[in-house]
């Protein structure tokens, strides 16, 4: 099945990122290396010079609308329905801006039987505790879906290990295009914004904030089954970010070991002591690159 891996530039900042990530594919992403990029760009941005420092990667540009709303993350799911859009089908591996590919990465090729790879979050903030019923907000966003919460499971959140039922990180994933489920999502995220019965959830900002992954997690449920889904390994998406939050027993003693990973726009948040001399010096020269690239 045809494999592309895809993300997205909210700001002109975002291209460094994704040059980062860019290169970090072709040079660890292992059987998947020479698999193609594709970069969703907002379209109220003019990236004509930036684009030219991919030259020679296999990265291609596409656009999906920009969005002026109040709430932080609504880009994402309006570059991943563009995406989906525009590959109509085979594997998609979606990657948050601020990742890169450290080594290979094969467990995020879907087999025949599942539309949709999923990691969970990295801390339990607005999950439901699967040890407790659902509440208010969960109950509601369900009830908006026209879905059933029996659909929803336990999983374990990535950082602070809270036991909460299903609920999917929107930052790293892989989807079968044509199974729709980003089609899904951008509109249950426009619905639930507009919806009467969210607007006092909505005064949350909390809420607002994360009501972005909150709409992911309910239309994967409501478009898929269980059997259709699949949990990747703790070694995708690990957040460099939060290294130092997790148990020790969580942490990850090099990080050459992470197979994709979060990281700020700066790289600059993996913990020194645990990243090699030469991924070090990878980095240092890719900054370098991007800064002298014309």
């Known amino acids: 099945m045809h494999t592309i891996f895809a993300t ?102 879907l087999n025949p039987s599942k539309n949709f790879a999923y990691r969970p979050p990295h801390l339990k903030i607005l999950g439901a505790s699967a040890n407790e019923p659902i509440g208010d907000l969960w109950s509601m966003i369900f009830k908006i879906a026209d879905d059933d919460v029996s659909k929803l499971f336990p999983i374990h959140t990535e950082v602070d290990n809270e036991k909460i039922w299903s609920y999917f990180s929107a930052g790293h994933f892989a989807f079968r295009a044509e199974a729709r489920i980003m089609q899904a999502w951008d509109a249950l995220f426009k619905q639930l914004v507009e919806h009467p019965d969210m607007q006092p959830f909505l005064e949350d900002e909390t809420v607002r904030i994360y009501l972005h992954q909150i709409a992911l997690t309910a239309a994967v449920l409501k478009t898929q089954t269980v059997e259709t889904l699949m949990p990747l390994p703790a070694l995708y998406g690990y957040p460099t970010h939060l290294h130092n939050k997790m148990t020790q027993d969580n942490q990850v003693p090099q990080m050459d070991q992470i197979h994709t990973a979060f990281f700020t726009k700066h790289g600059n948040t993996i913990p020194k002591k645990h990243i090699s001399a030469s991924l070090t010096s990878w980095l240092d020269e890719k900054m370098k690159l991007y800064k002298n690239k014309i």
């Open 8 to 109: 997205y530039a909210a700001h002109k900042n975002d291209l460094f990122s994704n040059f980062l990530l860019a290169h970090s594919i072709r040079d660890f992403a292992g059987d998947l290396s020479d698999a193609p990029m594709k970069i969703y760009v907002s379209s109220n941005l003019d990236v004509r010079d930036e684009m030219k420092r991919f030259d020679g990667l296999n990265v291609a540009f596409a656009t999906y609308p920009y969005n002026k709303k109040r709430y932080r993350y609504a880009f994402k799911p309006a570059a991943a329905a563009a995406c989906e859009m525009d590959v109509k089908e085979g594997n998609v591996v979606w990657l948050d801006r601020h990742m890169m590919v450290l080594s290979a990465c094969t467990d995020l090729i």
